[in-house]
């Protein structure tokens, strides 16, 4: 299996694997806050159910542009929100553009060093697919809203805000040590945090990320599209530039769900098990979560190391570097090293291996099944 040999990889570069870990970042008597950074879909919304479920508030929601344009993204979090009766959580939009990139020069890169198997907002525009049910990709707009793509109803509501990285910002000196920002699309907001202010990272309580495989080239090629897909990663390529900013600043810890969130995967079965128990969100999640092909519980795992780090039965504490070489195949991608060898303006993270899957689908049953409502949070 993939996760025990990369484990090994791992155990020879920090020798410092945890087993079954005990909680080191959650004090039981303290109150938890969040902030959820995501390129919001349809059934995009098992995350902040799970956040809510493990008792953490969540202070607001930003978009990000990855999987499309981030103002697609936040509507679809309006309108997730509105299902479930959660609209008293705020959604701010994040940046439109990456630091640097552009679709043309995504593009351009693909051409020389090959195309990606999802390439998320910088797709090249297809004004069919998106009459019909698609997000937008590419184009002369990025803010364009194509009215199709929501099948979880078009929100009544709009956004709180505009500027997701200011908001950021705001909360974790209102609550300086005790915001952990979930960052499950591109790391553009996290970075125009950490550069508009030099206190943010380090004042925030964690930043927990979903992306940032390691050595999975070959797995691109061994199967079929789905298994090229899931080893590729749109999240960290899409600006490289920003999660090189993100991921080196001095938050107090970093935790990655990389190759992990490869490690449980969607199936006809389990969302059978969800919908046993009806509701707005269980037929969201039963109809649309699979509408194409059964992937990777790949956000949701990211969001259950934040919510209950116990979930994490393996994993090492390395240093990381982003490429952000234009010119190199590995552009957007990271590589690890132990600290006798690492470069310089790099920091450890928590690079997670395997997690508890059983108690992952629990967690995420529970929450999809229950949902806590604003009703629920005023109380």
Same mark, same amino acid.
């Given at each position: 299996?993939?996760?025990?040999?990369?484990?090994?990889?791992?155990?020879? *570069?920090?020798?410092?694997?945890?087993?079954?870990?005990?909680?080191?970042? @959650?004090? %039981?008597?303290?109150?938890?806050?969040?902030?959820?950074?995501?390129?919001?879909?349809? +059934?995009?919304?098992?995350? #902040?159910?799970?956040?809510?479920?493990?008792?953490?508030?969540?202070?607001?929601?930003?978009?990000?542009?990855?999987?499309?344009?981030?103002?697609?993204?936040?509507?679809?979090?309006?309108?997730?929100?509105?299902?479930?009766?959660?609209?008293?959580?705020?959604?701010?939009?994040?940046?439109? /553009?990456?630091?640097?990139?552009?679709?043309?020069? #995504?593009?351009?890169?693909?051409?020389? /060093?090959?195309?990606?198997?999802?390439?998320?907002?910088?797709?090249?525009?297809?004004?069919?697919?998106?009459?019909?049910?698609?997000?937008?990709?590419?184009?002369?707009?990025?803010?364009?809203?194509?009215? %199709?793509?929501?099948?979880?109803?078009?929100?009544?509501?709009?956004?709180a805000g505009t500027n997701a990285a200011a908001f950021m910002i705001e909360q974790v000196r209102k609550y300086p040590g005790q915001v952990s920002i979930y960052c499950a699309g591109a790391l553009t907001n996290v970075a125009l945090a950490v550069r508009m202010d030099d206190q943010f990272a380090s004042l925030a309580k964690e930043l927990v990320i979903m992306g940032g495989y390691v050595d999975v080239n070959l797995l691109q090629t061994?199967?079929?599209?789905?298994?090229?897909?899931?080893?590729?990663?749109?999240?960290?390529?899409? =600006?490289?530039?920003?999660?090189?900013? +993100?991921?080196?600043?001095? #938050?107090?810890?970093?935790?990655?769900?990389?190759?992990?969130?490869?490690?449980?995967?969607?199936?006809?079965?389990? $969302?059978?098990?969800?919908?046993?128990?009806?509701?707005?969100?269980?037929?969201?999640?039963?109809?649309?979560?699979?509408?194409?092909?059964?992937?990777?519980?790949?956000?949701? @795992? +990211?969001?259950?190391? $934040?919510?209950?780090?116990?979930?994490? &039965?393996?994993?090492?504490?390395?240093?990381? =570097?982003?490429?952000? +070489?234009?010119?190199?195949?590995?552009?957007?991608?990271?590589?690890?090293?132990?600290?006798?060898?690492?470069?310089?303006?790099?920091?450890?993270? &928590?690079?997670?291996?395997?997690?508890?899957?059983?108690?992952?689908?629990?967690?995420?049953?529970?929450?999809?099944?229950?949902?806590?409502?604003?009703? =629920? *949070?005023?109380?």
């Amino acid at each position: 299996m993939q996760f025990s040999t990369l484990a090994s990889v791992f155990l020879a *570069l920090s020798g410092s694997i945890q087993a079954s870990p005990l909680n080191p970042r @959650t004090n %039981a008597t303290e109150k938890r806050y969040a902030i959820l950074d995501n390129d919001w879909s349809p +059934a995009g919304f098992i995350p #902040f159910l799970m956040a809510l479920d493990a008792g953490i508030e969540i202070l607001g929601i930003a978009s990000s542009t990855a999987n499309t344009w981030q103002k697609q993204g936040a509507y679809h979090a309006l309108a997730t929100l509105e299902v479930g009766n959660l609209s008293c959580i705020p959604v701010y939009y994040g940046a439109t /553009h990456p630091i640097i990139n552009t679709p043309e020069l #995504f593009q351009a890169w693909e051409s020389v /060093h090959g195309v990606l198997p999802w390439e998320g907002a910088f797709k090249k525009f297809n004004a069919t697919a998106e009459a019909l049910f698609s997000d937008p990709t590419s184009g002369d707009d990025p803010n364009r809203i194509t009215p %199709a793509a929501f099948v979880e109803g078009f929100p009544n509501i709009t956004a709180a805000g505009t500027n997701a990285a200011a908001f950021m910002i705001e909360q974790v000196r209102k609550y300086p040590g005790q915001v952990s920002i979930y960052c499950a699309g591109a790391l553009t907001n996290v970075a125009l945090a950490v550069r508009m202010d030099d206190q943010f990272a380090s004042l925030a309580k964690e930043l927990v990320i979903m992306g940032g495989y390691v050595d999975v080239n070959l797995l691109q090629t061994s199967g079929d599209y789905l298994q090229a897909d899931i080893n590729s990663d749109i999240n960290l390529m899409i =600006d490289p530039e920003g999660s090189k900013i +993100a991921l080196t600043a001095d #938050f107090p810890d970093i935790v990655i769900a990389g190759n992990v969130a490869n490690q449980v995967m969607s199936t006809q079965e389990f $969302l059978d098990e969800v919908y046993e128990v009806k509701n707005p969100y269980s037929e969201l999640m039963h109809k649309y979560y699979a509408a194409e092909a059964f992937f990777p519980f790949w956000d949701e @795992t +990211a969001m259950a190391l $934040l919510a209950d780090p116990t979930i994490n &039965t393996n994993s090492s504490t390395v240093y990381i =570097d982003v490429d952000t +070489a234009y010119g190199s195949p590995r552009y957007g991608n990271i590589h690890v090293y132990q600290s006798d060898f690492k470069p310089p303006n790099v920091r450890n993270v &928590t690079y997670v291996h395997t997690i508890d899957g059983d108690k992952l689908k629990t967690m995420i049953k529970r929450s999809v099944q229950y949902p806590k409502s604003c009703a =629920d *949070l005023a109380a």
